[in-house]
């Protein structure tokens, strides 16, 4: 079957869905390699994809009682310093500048060695260190408290084996940060943060997650908690697109966050911490996209509905055009999902089959081709990109342009509704939960000797969730080592968890709760 995809998620018995996901990177314009090593360049309509999820996301943060702020790209090293846990767990992964000024020496521009710096500054690997120290200045009484800021910025870990979106040594995110008076309240805006994230994924991405605590091991560096949503994309594997940290007072102390209780005593405050970035766009992209390249969900499409007309340049094309304009000027006025539509005229200077083709890879939710005859009788044809092919046919539409623009945002809605259950069936279907043994654990996902070292590739498995016994310490090193062995991974211990379990799948110990079991990117 001939597809606008170069390359499909499957050839024969053989995954190609790592190449698949490049290949709707590159096709469909969201991004490409930069000249510089492990990072991006965001084309303009991937970076629209995330001004949509900053737009959206951002008034949820509001609600959250979170102003937004901006703190400095660059953070002093003596900042790490006073967080050993967390400064080892970034430690590999920081860029450092040492020299503030370049000189040319023997013909060469180097670091100039009269200027070098008297401290190194980390590049911003996260902001809990440096933001920590503001919070320090801005708390004094518990009348200051709580204090919650946000900032939308770029961060820097340099990682040794990149893929764009999902793994950049350079990323667009969000991070929050919160600071309490007490465990209760830190860990209620954790959670609220965690739910943030689930119903923002579910609702605006169509992305169905598992929301949950992290093991031990899985948890950010410094932290008492880390919560994840994970999601399953189309190989079965899981992604984890959001992560909330309750980080108790440790990092408190070593910033010197107190403030005054009402015993006139100086206490610490508990913090927390939650983030999510541009992974989303590497997500959608794997869980809605098929052989024909990307599905975007309307709530996050920088245009729902895109007009291609047909021109011939003859003289009853000055009609088509002007048929367009008022179609879209009507559809920009119509409101659907909460907003005003987003509807575009496509009027560059290419072949009309070529131009529907870039957008049904680009994944708009409705493309509208609108020729000389549709003109005359009035009528809207159109394709929705979640429903694009009968068999090898596409489909194709009709309606009056009067009843299109009436059912223009019923139909987005449906559009929007109709991925999120595709992709929800998906995630509910292959959660298996027939596995009880380590033995049977190994038996059904062999050793993953078919994956790439990124996690892409290989058979598709899904994930188990089993019952475990939570171990710690040298207990949990040995689990994950086992695992390792396997290419899995320990993902959350979901938040709806029953009120019995069957004995541990790693130790044959009495469960204590149920864990997703996966592998991962």
Same mark, same amino acid.
């Given at each position: 079957?001939?597809?606008?995809?170069?390359?499909?998620?499957?050839?024969?018995?053989?995954?190609?869905?790592?190449?698949?996901?490049?290949?709707?990177?590159?096709?469909?314009?969201?991004?490409?390699?930069?000249?510089?090593?492990?990072?991006?360049?965001?084309?303009?309509?991937?970076?629209?994809?995330?001004?949509?999820?900053?737009?959206?996301?951002?008034?949820?943060?509001?609600?959250?009682?979170?102003?937004?702020?901006?703190?400095?790209?660059?953070?002093?090293?003596?900042?790490?310093?006073?967080?050993?846990?967390?400064?080892?767990?970034?430690?590999?992964?920081?860029?450092?500048?040492?020299?503030?000024?370049?000189?040319?020496?023997?013909?060469?521009?180097?670091?100039?060695?009269?200027?070098?710096?008297?401290?190194?500054?980390?590049?911003?690997?996260?902001?809990?260190?440096?933001?920590?120290?503001?919070?320090?200045?801005?708390?004094?009484?518990?009348?200051?408290?709580?204090?919650?800021?946000?900032?939308?910025?770029?961060?820097?870990?340099?990682?040794?084996?990149?893929?764009?979106?999902?793994?950049?040594?350079?990323?667009?995110?969000?991070?929050?940060?919160?600071?309490?008076?007490?465990?209760?309240?830190?860990?209620?805006?954790?959670?609220?943060?965690?739910?943030?994230?689930?119903?923002?994924?579910?609702?605006?991405?169509?992305?169905?997650?598992?929301?949950?605590?992290?093991?031990?091991?899985?948890?950010?560096?410094?932290?008492?908690?880390?919560?994840?949503?994970?999601?399953?994309?189309?190989?079965?594997?899981?992604?984890?697109?959001?992560?909330?940290?309750?980080?108790?007072?440790?990092?408190?102390?070593?910033?010197?966050?107190?403030?005054?209780?009402?015993?006139?005593?100086?206490?610490?405050?508990?913090?927390?911490?939650?983030?999510?970035?541009?992974?989303?766009?590497?997500?959608?992209?794997?869980?809605?996209?098929?052989?024909?390249?990307?599905?975007?969900?309307?709530?996050?499409?920088?245009?729902?509905?895109?007009?291609?007309?047909?021109?011939?340049?003859?003289?009853?094309?000055?009609?088509?055009?002007?048929?367009?304009? =008022?179609?879209?000027? %009507? &559809?920009? $006025?119509?409101?659907?999902? *909460?907003?005003?539509?987003? #509807?575009?005229?496509?009027?560059? !200077?290419?072949?009309?089959?070529?131009?529907?083709?870039?957008?049904?890879?680009?994944?708009?939710?409705?493309?509208?081709?609108?020729?000389?005859?549709?003109?005359?009788?009035?009528?809207?044809?159109?394709?929705?990109?979640?429903?694009?092919?009968?068999?090898?046919?596409?489909?194709?539409?009709?309606?009056?342009?009067?009843?299109?623009? =009436?059912?223009?945002? %019923? &139909?987005? $809605?449906?559009?929007?509704? *109709?991925?999120?259950?595709? #992709?929800?069936?998906?995630?509910? !279907?292959?959660?298996?939960?027939?596995?009880?043994?380590?033995?049977?654990?190994?038996?059904?996902?062999?050793?993953?000797?078919?994956?790439?070292?990124?996690?892409?590739?290989?058979?598709?498995?899904?994930?188990?969730?089993?019952?475990?016994?939570?171990?710690?310490?040298?207990?949990?090193?040995?689990?994950?080592?086992?695992?390792?062995?396997?290419?899995?991974?320990?993902?959350? $211990?979901?938040?709806?968890?029953?009120?019995?379990?069957?004995?541990?799948?790693?130790?044959?110990?009495?469960?204590?709760?149920?864990?997703?079991?996966?592998?991962?990117?």
């Amino acid at each position: 079957m001939q597809r606008a995809l170069s390359v499909s998620r499957t050839t024969g018995n053989k995954s190609t869905f790592p190449d698949w996901y490049q290949a709707i990177v590159r096709e469909a314009d969201m991004a490409e390699v930069s000249p510089v090593r492990g990072s991006m360049i965001i084309k303009p309509w991937g970076y629209g994809v995330w001004e949509r999820i900053q737009q959206v996301m951002d008034r949820r943060i509001k609600e959250m009682g979170v102003d937004n702020a901006y703190f400095p790209l660059f953070i002093p090293l003596s900042f790490f310093a006073k967080e050993a846990e967390h400064v080892e767990g970034f430690a590999k992964e920081m860029a450092v500048v040492t020299h503030h000024r370049l000189k040319a020496i023997d013909g060469k521009l180097q670091p100039d060695p009269d200027a070098k710096l008297e401290e190194p500054l980390i590049v911003r690997p996260t902001s809990e260190t440096i933001i920590g120290d503001a919070f320090s200045r801005w708390v004094k009484s518990h009348r200051d408290l709580p204090l919650k800021i946000n900032q939308w910025a770029n961060v820097v870990r340099w990682e040794m084996r990149t893929r764009l979106f999902l793994r950049t040594s350079e990323f667009l995110w969000q991070e929050g940060h919160t600071a309490h008076a007490d465990r209760e309240d830190a860990l209620a805006s954790t959670q609220q943060a965690l739910e943030m994230y689930r119903e923002f994924a579910e609702t605006v991405l169509a992305l169905p997650v598992v929301a949950g605590e992290k093991p031990e091991n899985e948890r950010f560096p410094g932290a008492d908690n880390t919560y994840s949503i994970e999601a399953m994309m189309q190989d079965g594997k899981a992604l984890q697109a959001g992560t909330s940290h309750y980080l108790g007072t440790s990092f408190a102390r070593a910033q010197n966050i107190r403030f005054q209780g009402d015993s006139g005593e100086l206490e610490y405050c508990h913090t927390s911490s939650w983030g999510t970035s541009t992974r989303m766009i590497g997500g959608l992209i794997m869980t809605h996209g098929d052989d024909d390249g990307l599905r975007l969900p309307p709530a996050v499409a920088p245009r729902q509905i895109v007009v291609v007309p047909m021109l011939r340049d003859k003289p009853e094309d000055a009609e088509v055009l002007a048929f367009g304009e =008022a179609l879209v000027k %009507a &559809l920009n $006025a119509t409101f659907a999902l *909460g907003e005003p539509i987003r #509807a575009l005229l496509d009027t560059k !200077a290419q072949r009309s089959a070529e131009k529907r083709w870039n957008w049904v890879r680009r994944g708009a939710p409705i493309i509208v081709e609108l020729g000389p005859r549709d003109v005359a009788n009035g009528m809207v044809s159109f394709m929705r990109r979640d429903d694009l092919r009968d068999g090898d046919k596409v489909k194709s539409q009709a309606l009056p342009k009067d009843e299109f623009i =009436a059912k223009a945002p %019923a &139909l987005l $809605a449906a559009i929007q509704q *109709g991925l999120f259950d595709e #992709a929800k069936a998906r995630l509910d !279907a292959n959660i298996h939960r027939d596995i009880t043994t380590w033995d049977q654990l190994a038996e059904y996902f062999g050793t993953g000797a078919d994956e790439d070292e990124d996690g892409g590739g290989g058979a598709f498995k899904g994930w188990v969730r089993a019952a475990w016994s939570r171990p710690t310490g040298e207990g949990l090193d040995a689990i994950e080592a086992r695992l390792k062995t396997l290419k899995l991974t320990l993902r959350n $211990a979901p938040m709806d968890q029953p009120t019995t379990f069957a004995p541990c799948i790693f130790t044959g110990e009495p469960g204590v709760e149920e864990i997703i079991i996966g592998r991962a990117y």
